[in-house]
């Protein structure tokens, strides 16, 4: 199984240098745009015929060197076959911003703290900031073609590593546990130890809120710079909350045997109900904080040989985690106390939801052969 990671490094450049870097981007965004509207005219996708009618033009007219000119026909060439796949027509690609596809040791290279890649004046040696990246760099993670960045004043590198990973097999899991996302608790869990762990979600839950007083005092101004300043306050907010979610799901990974199967709800059915409801709405965010945890706790699980399920949401909060009795009246919101109707099982409710994915866990691993009661028996 592979894993990939997208590494997002700054590089240092001098002034000289950053007018450099500027000339290529929009050099090689031209030629994109010039040898896109070739294959739009004449539906031709294969580098060699393309290299045979436009490798002149592009390197005289242009200015390219050789193994520029070729990146750039193949960044055309799969961009159109992207856009083919899944639009399945001829739509022509969009090269307005400034970028650069970079291919790992044709275009550019890494090594420590260098970065080397080609431009119109031929390769150059940028430092770059790889702090953190060491266990990337010792040779397990081979890099794929990297996007070269231009926020303002700055050039960053998108590096994304692929890793192969053991397959990890239901027969290997040695712990479960149940993992239930929430406001009040960023996450709660519940695990084959019997253990429960919480997250205290009310440190977010003050920052969203300042957040969203900010957003709706600008929303109402509807000024151009507001709404600047919305945009940018939203990013800011958003990658506040990407990091969160980063520190949590690790935090869940590293806390955790390796085959581990992490159970969490199926949000996915909540997710398109709630998006359709207004931006501004603070759901909407929660919903997509939600699924950027699920997505982060995915590919860090699988990187130590463990797996993530999702299960069917429906009444994990209402259903009694010892005897399975389902009913509304369990569960005392007001009092955040649950007590089982049936067999009197008393738990406080933050910790009923955790439980119920546990047991939802065991279920699936010991699937139909066990009755629920024996999975049961494990609290
Ligand atoms: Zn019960």
């Not at 945009?231 to 520190?247: P, S, T």
């Not at 359709?276 to 709405?281: K, L, M, N, P």
């Amino acid at each position: 199984m592979q894993v990939t990671v997208t590494a997002k490094i700054q590089i240092a450049v001098s002034p000289e240098q950053r007018q450099l870097l500027d000339d290529t981007l929009e050099t090689y965004r031209k030629a994109c745009s010039f040898v896109a509207n070739y294959v739009y005219q004449t539906h031709d996708l294969k580098q060699f015929s393309l290299n045979e009618a436009l490798y002149h033009r592009l390197r005289g007219e242009y200015g390219l060197k050789s193994q520029m000119a070729q990146s750039i026909l193949k960044t055309v060439i799969a961009r159109y076959k992207t856009v083919l796949e899944n639009q399945h027509e001829w739509i022509k690609p969009d090269f307005s911003k400034p970028q650069y596809d970079l291919v790992w040791n044709k275009d550019y290279s890494l090594k420590g703290e260098i970065f080397s890649v080609n431009t119109l004046s031929g390769r150059v040696k940028l430092p770059c900031f790889t702090g953190g990246m060491e266990k990337y760099i010792d040779g397990s993670y081979y890099f794929g073609t990297a996007k070269l960045v231009k926020k303002p004043g700055k050039f960053f590198l998108h590096i994304p590593m692929t890793t192969d990973v053991p397959e990890s097999s239901d027969a290997d899991i040695c712990n479960v546990i149940g993992v239930d996302r929430g406001i009040n608790f960023v996450v709660a869990t519940y695990d084959s130890q019997h253990k429960s762990g919480f997250v205290s979600g009310r440190a977010i839950k003050q920052k969203r809120a300042g957040y969203q007083l900010l957003r709706r005092e600008l929303q109402q101004r509807q000024t151009p710079s507001a709404r600047r300043r919305l945009k940018a306050i939203g990013q800011r907010e958003n990658r506040w909350m990407q990091d969160v979610n980063h520190c949590v799901s690790k935090a869940l990974v590293e806390s955790n045997p390796k085959h581990t199967l992490f159970v969490l709800e199926d949000l996915s059915g909540v997710r398109s109900a709630i998006e359709r409801i207004r931006r501004e709405d603070r759901y909407v965010s929660v919903s997509w904080s939600f699924y950027d945890l699920e997505q982060k706790l995915k590919y860090k699980a699988a990187l130590n040989e463990s797996s993530v399920i999702t299960v069917d949401p429906r009444y994990t909060s209402q259903a009694c985690p010892v005897c399975g009795h389902t009913e509304k009246s369990n569960r005392n919101k007001k009092l955040h106390i649950f007590k089982c109707m049936c067999c009197g099982y008393t738990s406080n409710d933050d910790r009923i939801g955790a439980m119920n994915l546990y047991r939802m866990g065991i279920s699936y691993l010991t699937d139909s052969q066990v009755p629920d009661t024996v999975a049961s028996q494990h609290i």
